[in-house]
């Protein structure tokens, strides 16, 4: 299990640049989507006081951005029919393909040379969490193959903000969800 350096760490590093939001909340519901619902609305702080990260950019129309990062009024089915169940290798491999142009790591400067560094930060992150944790992503390349090389995913993103295109990961453990992001804005 991490601790709040090695957290923060691997946080700054995956998340600290560019367009993204990294935050982890408690689980309050028998339904994890309430929970992840409001870590997405901000209406939740890290049960631990954990660094978060909220970077999201002003939205097109000036609506969105730090304030309001994501669309946060569907219904839970409807929330959840836009995720995918992944496998934590799937996860982990999203976290890092994040910080890529287009959700790509092949366009993380220096990706090969960091690929190892990268990898342990995002398992360090995932452990936070228990080996007993799930996960979802709104990648439709998982729709199929819930252990799909997320890497370099080829895919579609259903978007759960206002934004061009938006990704990422979500962890539910059976104390605390995790919701991981990564914005793009014409």
Same mark, same amino acid.
């Given at each position: 299990?991490? =601790? #709040?350096?090695?957290?923060?760490?691997?946080? /700054?590093? /995956?998340?600290?640049?560019? @367009?993204? *939001?990294?935050?982890?909340?408690?689980?309050? !519901?028998?339904? @994890?989507?309430?929970?992840?619902? %409001?870590?997405?609305? /901000?209406?939740? !702080?890290? +049960?631990?006081?954990?660094?978060?990260?909220? $970077?999201? +950019?002003?939205? +097109?129309?000036?609506?969105?951005?730090?304030?309001?990062? *994501?669309?946060?009024?569907? %219904?839970?089915?409807?929330?959840?029919?836009?995720?995918?169940?992944?496998?934590? /290798? #799937?996860? %982990?491999? $999203?976290?890092?393909?994040?910080?890529?142009?287009?959700?790509?790591?092949? !366009?993380?400067? =220096?990706?090969?040379?960091?690929?190892?560094? $990268?990898?342990?930060?995002?398992?360090?992150?995932?452990?936070?969490?228990?080996?007993?944790?799930?996960?979802?992503? &709104?990648?439709?390349?998982?729709?199929?193959?819930?252990?799909?090389?997320?890497?370099? +995913? =080829? #895919?579609?993103? !259903?978007? $759960?903000? &206002?934004?061009?295109?938006?990704?990422?990961?979500?962890?539910?453990?059976?104390?605390?969800?995790?919701?991981?992001?990564? *914005?793009?804005?014409?």
């Amino acid at each position: 299990m991490t =601790d #709040s350096a090695s957290w923060e760490a691997a946080l /700054l590093e /995956l998340f600290g640049g560019g @367009w993204t *939001f990294a935050a982890a909340g408690p689980r309050k !519901n028998d339904d @994890w989507r309430r929970d992840v619902l %409001s870590v997405m609305a /901000l209406k939740v !702080n890290d +049960p631990r006081k954990w660094r978060s990260i909220n $970077l999201a +950019p002003q939205g +097109p129309g000036g609506e969105a951005g730090p304030d309001e990062p *994501f669309l946060v009024d569907w %219904s839970l089915d409807e929330f959840e029919s836009l995720l995918y169940t992944v496998g934590e /290798l #799937s996860a %982990s491999q $999203l976290l890092i393909a994040l910080q890529g142009e287009h959700y790509q790591a092949c !366009n993380i400067p =220096d990706f090969e040379n960091r690929r190892e560094r $990268l990898f342990a930060y995002s398992e360090e992150i995932l452990s936070r969490f228990g080996p007993e944790a799930t996960y979802y992503t &709104n990648v439709a390349q998982a729709r199929e193959n819930p252990n799909a090389d997320l890497l370099n +995913p =080829d #895919s579609e993103w !259903n978007c $759960l903000s &206002n934004f061009t295109t938006d990704c990422g990961v979500i962890v539910v453990s059976g104390s605390e969800v995790g919701v991981f992001w990564a *914005f793009f804005e014409d």
